[in-house]
């Protein structure tokens, strides 16, 4: 039906090329919009400073730091996706996590970027719920004032805790170690399962084709797994390997993804009034 009804396919990614190759029918990778949008300047910005720049302009997160008299050991940023249902299932697998990381390092801190103010309250409404020493550890922040903030909170932080879906390529992109948590219906799932054929859902793993971020889905989205493959990931040696990783794996889409949406039209454009003037001659 596709290559009925077009003349050109542009790709977001590299891995979609295949598709049409097979069927030969025209398509050219042009990117997430992404790669021309996110601020390079958060990724040449020292982390340090970012951070400071984060906190300055924001009197939630102010508050937050002020009141924590103790040193902060590392900053997650935790992203349990943007709708209701995503956040009322994925939030809570992630707050256990949470306290139990808090267990083994105090000083671990917290920040919860939402989309919107209802947002807010939804995730507040959850940590709410939990123990004292849990809503002290998290910030829920949002900030219309400020563009693209959930990219500065991420790129603010030492790690990423996400939900699958764009954030995973944001994260990428920003260079950020990540890990994703992932839980469905489990008849949703089976029916996903059958249906989806690649072996991974992070964005990350699917372009590089191999398993650079762990991702903890159904019944491996437990308290104690994420608590187990953070903790390890903020060791020097396995965060080194998976930010390596990361930025040969987003080097490698922006080689892969080097034409210009107008200029493939344009060029498909030609190609197609050649070859029908060559018809006809």
């Not at 790709?11 to 996110?38: Q, S």
């Not at 951070?51 to 997650?76: A, K, M, P, T």
């Not at 550890?137 to 603010?156: K, N």
Request: proline letters at 6%.
């Amino acid at each position: 039906n596709i290559k009925a009804a077009t003349d050109l396919v542009l790709c977001l990614f590299p891995f979609e090329l295949p598709v049409y190759e097979r069927h030969n029918h025209p398509a050219i990778c042009v990117g997430h919009p992404l790669l021309r949008t996110i601020d390079q300047t958060l990724i040449e910005t020292p982390i340090n400073q970012r951070r400071s720049e984060l906190v300055w302009h924001n009197d939630g997160l102010q508050q937050f730091f002020i009141e924590r008299f103790d040193d902060v050991s590392q900053l997650i940023c935790v992203m349990p996706g943007s709708r209701r249902g995503e956040i009322t299932a994925i939030l809570p697998l992630m707050l256990d996590g949470i306290q139990k990381l808090i267990l083994l390092d105090p000083k671990l801190c917290f920040i919860i970027p939402t989309v919107d103010q209802n947002h807010q309250y939804i995730v507040q409404d959850v940590i709410d719920q939990r123990s004292e020493q849990l809503r002290a550890a998290i910030v829920v922040v949002y900030d219309d004032s400020q563009p693209a903030f959930s990219q500065q909170a991420m790129a603010a932080s030492d790690i990423v805790m996400l939900a699958s879906g764009t954030a995973t390529l944001e994260a990428m992109l920003l260079e950020r170690p990540m890990v994703v948590v992932y839980q469905l219906n489990q008849l949703t799932y089976q029916i996903a399962k059958r249906l989806v054929k690649v072996p991974y859902v992070a964005l990350p793993n699917i372009l590089a084709d191999t398993a650079i971020v762990p991702e903890l889905i159904q019944e491996q989205a437990s308290g104690d797994n994420i608590c187990r493959t953070v903790m390890r990931l903020l060791q020097p040696r396995a965060y080194a390997e998976q930010l390596k990783a990361l930025v040969a794996t987003k080097q490698l889409l922006q080689q892969q993804s080097n034409h210009y949406p107008a200029d493939s039209v344009i060029e498909q454009w030609f190609v197609r009034e050649k070859t029908s003037i060559n018809h006809k001659g």
